[in-house]
């Protein structure tokens, strides 16, 4: 079992609609939650990062994280054609390694 | 500009050849990555660095090797015993203290 599971998708939404991306997780010590955007074929780019259970927001986009479940999810809401993109969760122990799930992409269709 | 720089952007390998990929930083981050990323596989951790002349191992360390001579740079080298080396690689890097992973623009390794 991976460490982090993440639905490759593809997922296809018209404008406007809620997009909701899932992880989850099997290593009880992940205390760090991330959520990346990567264009096709550059680097990620940090898009929310949340620490403790709960909520946050910032814009369009919310982070949750339920420690409990092991489960974490980034909502964007209105989404417009510029979210087109491979959204990545990612999470941190207490080591410095930083985990990958395989990433969502995602296709906003105007 | 601050910021972290991989070079070659493309690069072949023949069989039996070893290959290094490089990666600086002028951020004076404290920890280095080296992540692989294949088709719906998202992002494997191959090496990490938290400091100079320290490094662990990922999840896919073999047929890699990586050193960290310099708080700037952590070249990351592809040996032949790597039998699938075909993929796009990213390296990072972070400030101790700080989540936010900063990464290069990646260096897509192809084999001849």
């Known amino acids: 079992q991976k460490e982090v599971e993440q639905d490759p998708g593809p997922l296809s939404v018209p404008e406007g609609a809620i997009v909701s991306l899932n992880c989850t997780y099997s290593?009880?010590?992940?205390?760090?939650f991330m959520w990346y955007r990567q264009y096709s074929r550059k680097g990620p780019e940090l898009l929310m990062y949340?620490?403790?259970?709960g909520n946050k927001e910032d814009g369009r986009f919310t982070a949750q994280v339920d420690k409990s479940s092991k489960y974490i999810s980034l909502f964007i809401r209105d989404s417009q054609p510029s979210d087109s993109a491979t959204y990545l969760c990612?999470?941190?122990?207490?080591?410095?390694?930083?985990?990958f799930g395989a990433g969502t992409r995602l296709t906003v269709k105007p | 500009d601050g910021g972290i720089t991989q070079s070659p952007k493309y690069l072949f390998r023949k069989e039996g050849q070893n290959v290094t990929l490089s990666c600086e930083q002028n951020?004076?981050?404290?920890?280095m990555y080296w992540y692989r990323q294949d088709p719906g596989q998202g992002l494997r951790l191959i090496y990490y660095s938290q400091i100079v002349n320290d490094f662990q191992k990922g999840d896919i360390a073999e047929g890699y090797s990586v050193s960290r001579e310099k708080k700037e740079s952590f070249p990351l080298t592809v040996t032949s015993a790597q039998k699938n080396p075909t993929a796009f690689y990213l390296c990072a890097s972070r400030l101790h203290g700080n989540e936010k992973l900063f990464f290069g623009s990646g260096t897509q390794l192809s084999v001849l």
């Open positions: 290593n009880s010590a992940f205390q760090y």
């Open positions: 951020l004076n981050h404290d920890a």
């Open positions: 949340t620490y403790s259970s």
């Open positions: 990612a999470m941190r122990g207490g080591n410095n390694d930083m985990r």
